[in-house]
């Protein structure tokens, strides 16, 4: 009887875990899938599938490979996760359950070297936005990306207004016949709350003023050290989503193993 007993326990635990893996792992799935299909659907709008050439053409950094790489990988990991627990396979739960732990320490990993490297990681957080801002004209998603940075952190270039000089449309030389010489873009303004209609010319000329007359018009500091304000202001929240995000892949893994083993 005791034998009998076990035997019932066993697979009756194990279903759970199983239904319960596939539930969040279709549903990862779909998200991954919804993801990659915006990521194409955007590089099918700016001619890039038909072009690959033009993905290096780009200066700057292009958002849609974000949704293209992260919409992919979700894919992946959801398939796996999903037909593996569906199916009981155990190569596709081992699969998963390493490819999560592989993402996992990756996560940690950086974690870990962006604390201790926080000097190099600014310098090249500067540079990287300083790439993006030479390249703000040339594709339409870097712009609304750099716009949204700058009017959410309430900045203007990675260290501060003049960063925009190494734009072509923006830089004060003058061989420069662009009406936004000497200019910064309509995102590093201060707002008016009294304006219904935004203003996108509100900061054309401003930075031939001198800095203190700046200040009332614009955003004088840097989106570097405004983000990093902003993560100081933030951290409980955000440590919490990164614990969060690692005890769900702690139990996935967990899970993962523990249906491959069973079977």
């Not at 072009?51 to 979700?74: C, E, H, K, R, Y």
């Not at 950086?110 to 000097?119: E, H, P, R, S, Y």
């Not at 009332?216 to 955000?238: A, M």
Request: some cysteine; glycine content about 10%; overall charge negative.
């Amino acid at each position: 009887m005791p034998g009998k007993h076990q035997h019932f326990h066993e697979p009756e635990v194990g279903c759970c875990g199983k239904y319960f893996l596939f539930g969040f792992n279709i549903v990862f799935w779909v998200l991954g899938a919804l993801f990659l299909a915006i990521g194409l659907w955007a590089w099918g709008e700016k001619g890039v599938l038909s072009n690959i050439s033009a993905l290096t053409d780009l200066g700057g950094f292009d958002p849609v490979w974000l949704f293209v790489v992260v919409g992919g990988v979700m894919s992946v990991l959801g398939f796996a996760g999903c037909i593996g627990a569906l199916r009981e396979n155990t190569f596709l739960l081992k699969f998963f359950s390493v490819f999560l732990g592989l993402i996992f320490f990756l996560e940690l990993a950086t974690g870990i070297l962006a604390f201790v490297f926080k000097d190099w990681i600014r310098d090249q957080l500067n540079l990287f936005i300083n790439n993006n801002v030479k390249a703000y004209r040339d594709d339409i998603d870097l712009q609304n990306l750099i716009d949204f940075a700058q009017e959410y952190w309430s900045c203007c270039g990675a260290r501060g207004p003049n960063d925009w000089n190494l734009n072509i449309y923006f830089n004060c030389t003058d061989l420069n016949p662009s009406r936004e010489r000497c200019g910064v873009p309509f995102s590093c303004c201060v707002r008016d709350p009294s304006e219904d209609v935004l203003n996108t010319q509100c900061g054309y000329d401003v930075r031939l003023k001198l800095e203190l007359e700046q200040q009332g018009s614009i955003h004088t500091k840097g989106c570097v050290g405004q983000f990093e304000k902003w993560l100081q202001d933030n951290l409980i929240i955000v440590a919490g989503v990164f614990v969060g995000i690692a005890l769900l892949q702690i139990f996935g893994i967990c899970l993962a193993q523990n249906l491959a083993q069973t079977r």
